[in-house]
């Protein structure tokens, strides 16, 4: 013979929580400045190399760091439990 079990509801729960996906919003958008600062602007005569622009603190310096810390944002949004 065999019992009969009590259904019982099943929860559903969310992986994350409003916290995680702010988080992730703000990885994002710090992601995004990051690559556009990288990509830079347009120069002003395509044919003169200007190394001014190509080796700027911006693009060497700054937009790496806004990419680093967007991933270790985006790590801290996907590690973090929510509540």
């Not at 995680?20 to 347009?42: E, H, R």
């Amino acid at each position: 013979m065999q019992e009969k079990k009590a259904h019982q509801p099943v929860q559903k729960t969310n992986l994350f929580g409003k916290e995680n996906y702010i988080l992730m919003l703000v990885g994002l958008v710090v992601l995004a400045l990051g690559f556009i600062l990288m990509a830079g602007g347009k120069s002003a005569n395509p044919k003169v190399f200007d190394p001014k622009e190509v080796y700027s603190t911006t693009r060497i310096t700054i937009a790496p760091i806004l990419i680093i810390a967007g991933f270790l944002i985006e790590i801290v949004a996907i590690m973090k439990k929510p509540k």
